[in-house]
């Protein structure tokens, strides 16, 4: 018999100083077996780093058709493509091709990840974007993590302050973009 998903629960206090968003979130998000709990929390980030009106979770592992999260429109058009971990180049391309614009969130050196696609096509690849953590900084939320998990999350000045159950953490947000030949 397959295992099923863990469900996890997060009571969200978002303030992104940076972006004019503020909003308390409560959101069940859930772990697939074979999804490690590193990636569970850069979704969660990638959704609060992101979050706007018509976004949410894709089907996650079981739906290779779309990202991990995606933002829609009222008429149902993809109008953000966010991938979490080492996606493609033909993913991104298509992902670009399909939103208005695509981002990329990775607890993975991002330099290498760019490398990886250099030369390969990837639609407006110059407007894409990929966002890193400092090192240890997944690692240490994934340590504060509970099956239900009180957090409270800001970003200001590009920097974001995460609390997790009580464990403070902190991380500048890494922003890297593609060079226009990649």
Not at 104 to 117: G, N, S
Request: negative net charge.
């Amino acid at each position: 018999m397959a295992l099923g998903a863990t469900m996890y629960t997060f009571d969200v206090q978002l303030a992104d100083v940076d972006r004019g968003v503020y909003d308390d979130l409560t959101l069940r998000v859930a772990r697939h077996p074979s999804e490690t709990d590193a990636n569970m929390i850069m979704r969660l980030l990638a959704y609060c780093l992101e979050f706007e009106e018509g976004i949410a979770f894709s089907e996650g592992i079981s739906s290779t058709d779309e990202p991990a999260v995606l933002v829609r429109d009222l008429t149902g058009r993809v109008t953000a493509w966010i991938e979490v971990g080492a996606p493609d180049a033909e993913r991104l391309h298509f992902g670009s091709k399909l939103a208005d614009r695509a981002v990329v969130y990775t607890q993975r050196d991002p330099e290498k990840l760019m490398v990886a696609w250099a030369g390969k096509r990837i639609h407006r690849a110059e407007e894409l974007l990929v966002r890193a953590f400092d090192a240890g900084f997944v690692d240490d939320a994934v340590a504060a993590l509970a099956r239900r998990n009180t957090v409270s999350l800001s970003v200001t000045e590009g920097q974001l302050y995460l609390e997790i159950n009580g464990t403070h953490l902190s991380s500048a947000v890494h922003d890297h973009r593609l060079d226009a030949g990649s």
